[in-house]
């Protein structure tokens, strides 16, 4: 099969994904920031903390490795299509960010980014204490999803982070991400607040605290 076919078959299978999981609405806003404007409405998200059962593969004949990617795991990639590219992970992995993955043989099935410094949000700078960790960058490659690997990396990821003496765990959902939402719903993730942001080619933002979330 030649690389073009390979990848208009690639395109089509992403698009029916995107149809498939919800992701129209979010697939929408992401070409609309390549224009320059950023319309952005997420949760702040604290992960961890409450019980929850513990998610379990849908496949059961594959054995997944957890493992955890250097630079040159995440520079040799290549079906990689995530709106952080493959520049922007190197860095964040060199900076001090921790890549965790799900490995079959040699593939790598779904990868998160665990982030122990400052975090910068749409220009706003969030400062991480020493008990605390940033979740970020989780992707399950096209040929694995459905598998339920998402909530189970995201859970390995939680029981490392407690090894290391991490406390708090948070994260951003952004709103129409209904995959993001629906794989942290079954980790009982809790949404803390709804922010709006709004960006201009990358240079001015504007973000707005919407609502806060109490539980009784």
Same mark, same amino acid.
């Given at each position: 099969m030649s690389l073009e076919k390979q990848n208009r078959n690639y395109t089509l299978s992403l698009i029916?994904?995107?149809?498939?999981?919800?992701?129209?609405?979010?697939?929408?806003?992401?070409?609309?920031?390549?224009t320059g404007i950023d319309i952005d409405l997420y949760y702040w998200v604290k992960e961890g903390h409450a019980?929850?059962? #513990?998610?379990?593969?849908?496949?059961?004949?594959?054995?997944?490795?957890f493992e #955890?990617?250097?630079?040159?795991? #995440?520079?040799?990639?290549r079906s990689l299509r995530m709106r952080s590219n493959k520049f922007e992970m190197v860095?964040? #992995?060199?900076?001090g960010q921790k890549c965790v993955a799900f490995k079959d043989g040699d593939k790598v099935a779904a990868l998160m980014f665990i982030e122990y410094n400052d975090i910068i949000i749409n220009n706003k700078k969030i400062q991480l204490d020493e008990d605390e960790a940033y979740l970020l960058n989780m992707y399950t490659m096209n040929d694995y999803r459905g598998r339920n690997l998402a909530p189970?990396?995201?859970?390995? &990821? +939680?029981?490392?982070?407690?090894?290391?003496?991490?406390?708090?765990?948070?994260?951003?959902?952004e709103y129409f991400n209904n995959s993001s939402?629906?794989?942290?719903?079954? @980790?009982?993730?809790?949404?803390? &607040?709804? +922010?709006?942001?709004l960006g201009?080619?990358?240079?001015?933002?504007?973000?707005?605290? @919407?609502r806060d979330f109490q539980k009784n």
């Open positions: 029916r994904n995107r149809f498939k999981n919800g992701l129209v609405l979010y697939s929408l806003r992401n070409l609309l920031t390549r019980e929850y059962v #513990i998610p379990e593969s849908r496949d059961k004949e594959t054995q997944y490795n #955890i990617l250097g630079v040159k795991d #995440i520079e040799a990639m860095k964040g #992995i060199k900076r189970l990396l995201r859970h390995r &990821s +939680y029981e490392l982070l407690k090894a290391e003496g991490i406390t708090k765990i948070f994260s951003v959902t939402r629906k794989f942290k719903e079954k @980790l009982n993730a809790e949404n803390v &607040s709804l +922010y709006f942001c201009l080619f990358r240079k001015k933002y504007w973000t707005f605290k @919407l």
